[in-house]
């Protein structure tokens, strides 16, 4: 049995870290098809990445902020590419709403992660749909407690838990652990501590190293 350990780099306000969530979900299950029997287990976390780590601590307008960022002609661009790459993936992309900075959701995801890979897990993919696909704002607290109540947080924890400061300190250190890792983009993907993949990729690709790691293991 081989037990596959996913280790991601990824910020809540990155929409092909979304997309790349999505891929290696098709990843896994194409690997699952081919080895119907088998008994090998996925187990993936989730490590915090800032984007812009000085982005507004307040929520301000998505577009308007992305314009000033990248300039109107390229946001647009942009735009045009995530919805048409998003409706492949199943991820109804929209650009109203409110950004700013990440830490506190990266904070929820610490919260999640003392519950258990899997309620880690459920509360990124809350973050995202909130942020993406729902036009949430990421710094609000009342944002990310919805969230986190979706992924199965019990809601005053989630609310203590963002007045405080708590996770704060290993979000930070997480965050400077992927510098000294040189990972300097998200979505990255390390499997196995040594095979890494950078970017939203096919889902081939996961599925190839997922063969690569299986005929390691049953060679040794």
């Given at each position: 049995?081989?037990?596959?350990?996913?280790?991601?780099?990824?910020?809540?306000?990155?929409?092909?870290?979304?997309?790349?969530?999505?891929?290696?979900?098709?990843?896994?299950?194409?690997?699952?098809?081919?080895?119907?029997?088998?008994?090998?287990?996925f187990s993936i976390s989730w490590s915090p990445y800032y984007l812009n780590p000085h982005a507004p601590e307040?929520?301000?307008?998505?577009?308007?902020?992305?314009?000033?960022r990248f300039?109107?002609?390229?946001?647009?661009?942009?735009q045009a590419r995530l919805a048409q790459v998003g409706q492949a993936e199943g991820i109804d992309f929209k650009s109203g709403g409110r950004t700013g900075n990440?830490?506190?959701?990266?904070?929820?995801?610490q919260l999640g992660k003392t519950k258990g890979e899997a309620v880690q897990t459920r509360v990124v993919e809350e973050l995202f749909a909130s942020y993406f696909e729902n036009e949430g704002d990421i710094t609000s607290h009342d944002t990310l407690?919805?969230?986190?109540?979706?992924?199965?947080?019990?809601?005053?924890?989630?609310?203590?838990?963002?007045?405080?400061?708590q996770g704060?300190?290993?979000?930070?250190?997480?965050?400077?652990?992927?510098?000294?890792?040189y990972i300097s983009g998200v979505p990255n993907f390390t499997i196995q501590g040594k095979y890494q993949i950078g970017g939203a990729e096919d889902p081939t690709t996961f599925l190839e190293t997922f063969e690569k790691v299986r005929a390691e293991e049953m060679s040794s």
């Amino acid at each position: 049995m081989t037990k596959f350990k996913i280790k991601i780099v990824s910020d809540t306000v990155c929409p092909w870290c979304y997309v790349g969530k999505k891929r290696l979900e098709r990843g896994i299950s194409l690997y699952k098809a081919a080895h119907p029997d088998s008994k090998d287990i996925f187990s993936i976390s989730w490590s915090p990445y800032y984007l812009n780590p000085h982005a507004p601590e307040v929520g301000v307008d998505k577009t308007e902020y992305l314009n000033a960022r990248f300039g109107p002609e390229r946001v647009t661009m942009m735009q045009a590419r995530l919805a048409q790459v998003g409706q492949a993936e199943g991820i109804d992309f929209k650009s109203g709403g409110r950004t700013g900075n990440t830490r506190d959701s990266h904070r929820l995801i610490q919260l999640g992660k003392t519950k258990g890979e899997a309620v880690q897990t459920r509360v990124v993919e809350e973050l995202f749909a909130s942020y993406f696909e729902n036009e949430g704002d990421i710094t609000s607290h009342d944002t990310l407690t919805a969230a986190g109540v979706k992924a199965g947080l019990d809601a005053s924890e989630v609310r203590a838990w963002l007045k405080s400061d708590q996770g704060g300190h290993e979000v930070d250190e997480e965050v400077l652990e992927a510098k000294r890792a040189y990972i300097s983009g998200v979505p990255n993907f390390t499997i196995q501590g040594k095979y890494q993949i950078g970017g939203a990729e096919d889902p081939t690709t996961f599925l190839e190293t997922f063969e690569k790691v299986r005929a390691e293991e049953m060679s040794s």
